[in-house]
C-alpha cells in the first residue's frame, strides 16, 4: 500500500506509522499546507492534479490518511477542505471523508448527528447573542461545561456554576467573535472513558484526573487499560459510523448519580500514543492493517 499521510513529516504520529510500515507499505508525509490544484478545460493537456510535488501527484497514492488540520485563515481552511473533497470525487480513498471531518471538527453539528442517530449526549446549547445564552444557562440548570466549538484536548473549557460567571464568560466568548457553546456538567466522579475506533475494531482507556474534572490525558489525567463493555463498543461503532467515520476516538463518561452513558464528542484524527503505551498494543500497525485489507 502506498500511504499518503496528511501531517508534518516530525510529527509522531506519522514517525509511528512510518516505523509500522517497515518495508511492506510505503507511507509519505504531506503537509496541508502545501496542497494545491490545477484545473484545465483541455483534455489533451494532463494536469499534475492535487500535488505537492508534481512528479508524484496525490492520485498516485493509494489512500490519504487525513490527520489534524493545521490553523489558517478562512480562505485557506475552507480550501484545503475543497482539496480533499476535490480527491475523494476523483475516487481517492480519504480517510476519514471530508464531510466525516467537518462534522467531527464542528461540536455543535457531530451532536446533532450523534443525536438523530440514537447516541445519548448531554443536554447541550449555543447561542450567538447574551439575552439567549443566559436563558439557556438556566434551562440547563448549571453547572455547564463552556467549550470552544472548534478545539481539542480539553483546552478552553470552562466550568460555569452560577449567574455572575456565566455573564462575564459569556461575554468574552461573544466579544472574539464566537457562539456560546455550553453543556450540562456531567458528575463523571473525574474519570471517563476515550474509545479508540479503527474499522469494526473498538480499543479503550480509562482516563482518570485526580486533581481536575477534565478526564483528557494533556491536561494531567492518567490511563488505565479497560475493555469495554458490549454497550459502550457499540456506542462508539455507532457514533463513529453516524459521521461515515473509519477512524475515530469517541469521548464517553457516565453520570455517577444515575449511571447513563454520554457521548461527549467525537474526534476524527484522534490521538493514539496514550492509548497504545496504556495498552500496550501497536495502534499504527492496526491502522496500516486495516486502511490496506479495506483497499
Given at each position: 500500500m502506498k500511504l499518503c499521510v496528511l501531517s508534518p513529516a516530525d510529527s509522531w504520529h506519522f514517525l509511528d506509522l512510518q516505523r509500522a510500515a517497515g518495508i511492506e507499505h510505503q507511507v509519505e508525509s504531506v503537509?496541508?499546507?502545501?496542497?494545491?490544484?490545477?484545473?484545465?478545460?483541455?483534455?489533451?493537456?494532463?494536469?499534475?492534479?492535487?500535488?505537492?510535488?508534481?512528479?508524484?501527484?496525490?492520485?498516485?497514492?493509494?489512500c490519504v490518511l487525513a490527520r489534524a488540520m493545521p490553523a489558517g485563515s478562512l480562505q485557506q481552511v475552507i480550501f484545503r477542505m475543497d482539496v480533499l473533497l476535490s480527491l475523494e470525487r476523483r475516487g481517492l480513498r480519504i480517510v476519514n471523508p471530508p464531510r466525516t471531518?467537518?462534522?467531527?471538527?464542528?461540536?455543535?453539528?457531530?451532536?446533532?448527528?450523534?443525536?438523530?442517530?440514537?447516541?445519548?449526549?448531554?443536554?447541550t446549547a449555543v447561542s450567538q447573542g447574551m439575552s439567549d445564552a443566559l436563558r439557556h444557562f438556566q434551562i440547563l440548570n448549571g453547572p455547564v461545561v463552556l467549550k470552544p466549538m472548534f478545539g481539542s484536548q480539553g483546552r478552553g473549557l470552562k466550568r460555569i456554576e452560577t449567574l455572575e460567571a456565566a455573564t462575564q464568560q459569556f461575554t468574552e466568548v461573544l466579544a472574539a467573535g464566537n457562539v456560546i457553546y455550553q453543556q450540562r456538567f456531567i458528575d463523571h466522579g473525574g474519570f471517563d472513558f476515550r474509545l479508540l475506533v479503527i474499522g469494526d475494531e473498538v480499543l479503550c482507556m480509562k482516563r482518570v484526573n485526580h486533581h481536575n474534572w477534565i478526564t483528557n490525558i494533556a491536561q494531567?489525567?492518567?490511563?488505565?487499560?479497560?475493555?469495554?463493555?458490549?454497550?459502550?463498543?457499540?456506542?462508539?461503532?455507532?457514533?463513529?459510523?453516524?459521521?461515515?467515520?473509519?477512524?475515530?476516538?469517541?469521548?464517553?463518561?457516565y453520570d455517577c448519580a444515575t449511571q447513563q452513558p454520554y457521548v461527549l464528542?467525537?474526534?476524527?484524527?484522534?490521538?493514539?500514543?496514550?492509548?497504545?503505551?496504556v495498552l500496550q498494543v501497536d495502534i499504527a500497525k492496526r491502522i496500516l492493517n486495516y486502511l490496506a485489507k479495506a483497499e
Open positions: 503537509e496541508f499546507e502545501t496542497l494545491g490544484d490545477l484545473i484545465f478545460n483541455d483534455s489533451v493537456v494532463s494536469p499534475t492534479a492535487l500535488a505537492h510535488d508534481p512528479r508524484h501527484p496525490l492520485e498516485s497514492f493509494d471531518i467537518e462534522m467531527a471538527v464542528d461540536k455543535y453539528l457531530s451532536l446533532t448527528v450523534l443525536r438523530r442517530h440514537g447516541v445519548p449526549i448531554p443536554a494531567g489525567a492518567v490511563g488505565y487499560p479497560h475493555l469495554p463493555t458490549p454497550r459502550e463498543s457499540e456506542l462508539a461503532l455507532t457514533a463513529a459510523r453516524a459521521i461515515g467515520a473509519q477512524i475515530a476516538g469517541v469521548d464517553l463518561v464528542e467525537i474526534n476524527s484524527a484522534p490521538s493514539w500514543q496514550a492509548i497504545a503505551q
